[in-house]
């Protein structure tokens, strides 16, 4: 079994921060990647930012040069620091990870419960 453990989310006002905490235990053997999602109501689940096990970053166009995503592979936790927050980034963050819970089977997707994050004033 693996689980992904979030954390951080809340209410934050127009331009303040927040950082997301997602935590990886369980049944892991190597983490290909983390990463974190966003669904807002009435949208589709969309990507944020993902940093794999080389450390190469991805981000949405909406939240380049504002957020920033980070990893600490001893400890399998992906970060994911929002600055300059708009109303426009409310959403529930979901927490992802690309990983093998053994060494010898294939690479599965995890999802996390979701942490709401709501930008208002």
């Known amino acids: 079994q693996v689980q992904l453990v979030e954390s951080g989310g809340g209410l934050v006002q127009p331009g303040g921060s927040l950082r997301l905490s997602c935590a990886a235990s369980g049944s892991i053997f190597s983490i290909n990647a983390m990463g974190w999602y966003r669904q807002a109501p009435g949208k589709q689940r969309e990507l944020v930012a993902t940093i794999r096990y080389d450390s190469h970053t991805n981000y949405a166009d909406s939240v380049k040069g504002r957020f920033a995503i980070s990893r600490d592979n001893a400890k399998n936790t992906v970060y994911l620091q929002m600055n300059s927050l708009k109303p426009e980034d409310t959403a529930v963050y979901y927490c992802?990870?690309?990983?093998?819970?053994?060494?010898?089977?294939?690479?599965?997707?995890?999802w996390g419960q979701g942490t709401q994050v709501t930008v208002s004033s």
């Open positions: 992802n990870a690309v990983l093998s819970p053994r060494p010898d089977s294939p690479s599965f997707s995890y």
